[in-house]
């Protein structure tokens, strides 16, 4: 919303403006131009694309699948995925003792109770079967042993 001011007060406003926020540079607006039209680029943004497509619909497998197994997990805009648990260390390294490397939540999270994080950048999206799977048993030996 512009106000009332003097000629000279919004002239200088405006020539800020022009030579700040509201001015791109010729080298930067090319340099843009020649990235959109580059093939090369194109191809390497496209294939950036399926591997963000393929990530989100691993996360979203796993958590489905946890979720089968009465899991509750959270994150559905990212590449991480967080499970409450009562024992992180516990659950980390139960499923380290399947082979799955996951991260306990302390150095996640600020107010949130006990959890671990999951990274899907490197999961294959066959595997988030078997990792629900295998993270439901942890959680039963968790129980077993640890009393939850």
Do not use: C, K
């Not at 990235?35 to 497509?53: G, I, S, W």
């Not at 489905?64 to 992180?88: C, F, K, Q, T």
């Amino acid at each position: 919303m512009r106000t009332i001011s003097r000629g000279t007060t919004l002239a200088r406003h405006d020539g800020l403006l022009l030579l700040t926020s509201g001015w791109v540079s010729h080298l930067l607006q090319e340099t843009v131009l020649a990235l959109m039209t580059d093939e090369d680029t194109r191809a390497l943004v496209a294939r950036a694309h399926a591997a963000y497509t393929l990530r989100r619909e691993t996360l979203e497998t796993l958590a489905a699948e946890l979720a089968g197994y009465g899991i509750v997990s959270h994150g559905a805009g990212g590449m991480n995925l967080w499970v409450p648990v009562r024992d992180e260390s516990a659950v980390v390294n139960g499923l380290r003792s399947y082979g799955w490397w996951v991260a306990s939540g302390a150095r996640f999270r600020l107010s949130a109770g006990p959890g671990i994080r999951i990274s899907v950048s490197g999961l294959e999206p066959a595997d988030a079967v078997r990792l629900a799977s295998d993270f439901a048993a942890v959680l039963g030996e968790s129980e077993a042993t640890y009393g939850g």
